[in-house]
């Protein structure tokens, strides 16, 4: 499986920035799906955003799609999302994942093998 590291978390303002990056250390290729989710306490883990490596956004949630966006650097393995306009309800553990089985659009939180550890975003109102 792809391994990955998320960074970035941290604590900001309603209104504020904070952007995320998620490094694959071995075995990411061109053509993984992969995608961005968060948990929040007591909820359920939600899809955000789910991308091609080196490709095409598939999916973008309708809570983030203006005030996300993704950024791709296949030179160093990273993909990054830089979230603005945060809000409280933003507040979450977030996490990257990736999946080399073919399919991007129809995947779900369980069809993703391989995961990050987290990274914590904190919104104060």
């Known amino acids: 499986h792809v391994q990955l590291l998320e960074t970035g978390g941290g604590s900001v303002q309603d209104g504020g920035s904070l952007r995320l990056s998620c490094v694959a250390s071995?075995?990411?290729?061109?053509?993984?799906?992969m995608g961005w989710f968060r948990q929040a306490p007591g909820k359920e883990r939600e899809g955000l955003i789910s991308?091609?490596?080196?490709?095409?956004?598939?999916y973008f949630a309708d809570s983030v799609k203006s005030r996300f966006t993704i950024a791709q650097d296949t030179s160093a393995n990273t993909v990054a999302l830089q979230m603005n306009m945060l809000k409280p309800s933003d507040t979450a553990m977030y996490y990257c994942?990736?999946?080399?089985?073919?399919?991007?659009?129809?995947?779900?939180?369980?069809?993703?093998?391989?995961w990050g550890q987290g990274a914590q975003v904190t919104v104060s109102s």
């Open positions: 994942a990736a999946d080399s089985d073919p399919g991007c659009a129809e995947k779900i939180v369980t069809d993703f093998a391989s």
């Open positions: 071995r075995g990411i290729s061109r053509g993984h799906c």
């Open positions: 991308f091609y490596y080196g490709g095409p956004t598939i």
